[in-house]
């Protein structure tokens, strides 16, 4: 009897030979992740950058719209000597491959051209309907990262993993599932139990504990500040922000709250409303939940218990934000079937 991990496993090993074939040769080759691009997802890119350097020869480009402004990512980007370009200082004509690794075309989160072909779609998110006509696609939304996938490949494929490469693949496990505790699958929990003994612990501990500017601890004072909450839900709103993860961030650090299952942020980063929502119960999914929020607004989508999301245009103004939040809130509330009353805060001061 084969299992369905093993099922996993032969497809990773029959679609990586695949592309590798369809790649060779290609000459220049772009591989494009989301927008400010989280540790998956540039795992994933690094990772399939690999596998095509070491079974067809081509250096593939790196690209993404947006900035790393995460400290623990700035810190593994450069630890892990991770190389990328900016999307827009392409010339996108001249690429004759497109691969795109956790996301996929007409999502609404990464800068690659609508109109233009993706050739190759890797994913863990739920398939959207411009991936039908790529040329090769991989989504498989029940898998807690895109890296584990990418593991699988270069597994299937025998080729070594060595210390870089194995380290920035386990820090994209352990930070997509929160150490395999949330949206995670026993091929993710295969891909984290081998790549561990092979990373580099000084590196992994120096990632998980930067050092951080004073700002950073003023947006938890934000955030702290401006927590409402409304049965079993919470909303916050950090205003301005100077990069986006940074609501995913509280986000997390908010879910710790007694007696809170689900948690909805907003910020304003340039031009963008940027939202993160996390769950404790799968059955709430988030990914949905998320797409009823922005419907109109603008777009989103997630897993089970994790959720981002993106409300342009929007005026820059804090007044706004606070008329944009109540509309949220007031949505949320309404597909959680709570009511909109007064809210409680967090922490009165
Ligand atoms: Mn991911």
Redesign the pocket.
């Known amino acids: 009897m084969t299992s369905k991990n093993d099922c996993n496993k032969s497809h990773s090993e029959e679609f990586s030979t695949e592309i590798i074939e369809g790649l060779r040769g290609k000459g220049s080759i772009l591989i494009v992740t989301h927008d400010h691009p989280?540790p998956?997802?540039l795992a994933?890119a690094v990772a399939l950058q690999h596998l095509i350097l070491v079974k067809t020869g081509q250096e593939a480009t790196i690209a993404f719209g947006g900035v790393i402004g995460r400290r623990e990512n700035l810190v593994m980007v450069n630890e892990l000597e991770i190389k990328s370009t900016s999307i827009d200082d392409l010339d996108l004509d001249t690429f004759n491959a497109v691969c795109m690794v956790?996301t996929q075309p007409g999502t609404g989160n990464n800068s690659y051209p609508m109109d233009r072909r993706v050739d190759l779609v890797i994913?863990?998110?739920l398939q959207k309907e411009h991936t039908h006509s790529c040329r090769w696609v991989d989504v498989r939304p029940e898998y807690g990262?895109?890296?584990s996938i990418l593991f699988e490949y270069l597994q299937s494929q025998d080729v070594k993993i060595a210390t870089k490469l194995a380290t920035i693949l386990f820090y994209?496990i352990k930070s997509?599932t929160e150490d395999l505790g949330r949206d995670w699958t026993k091929s993710d929990r295969d891909a984290y139990l081998k790549l561990m003994p092979l990373c580099n612990n000084r590196i992994l501990h120096e990632i998980t504990h930067p050092k951080s500017s004073r700002i950073y601890f003023r947006y938890f004072e934000i955030g702290l500040k401006n927590a409402k909450i409304y049965g079993n839900a919470l909303f916050f709103n950090l205003y301005m922000i100077d990069h986006p993860e940074i609501v995913a961030e509280i986000a997390d650090f908010l879910m710790r709250v007694e007696g809170i299952e689900i948690v909805l942020g907003l910020g304003c980063y340039r031009e963008e409303g940027v939202l993160s929502m996390r769950t404790s119960h799968q059955e709430t999914h988030a990914g949905i939940l998320m797409q009823k929020v922005v419907e109109g607004l603008g777009t989103g989508g997630g897993h089970s218990m994790t959720a981002g999301g993106q409300v342009r245009p929007l005026p820059a103004a804090n007044k706004s934000l606070g008329a944009l939040e109540y509309e949220l809130t007031g949505r949320l509330l309404a597909a959680l079937g709570l009511e909109h009353t007064e809210p409680e805060i967090l922490v009165a001061s």
């Open positions: 989280d998956d997802a994933a956790d994913d863990h998110h990262a895109s890296a994209a997509e």
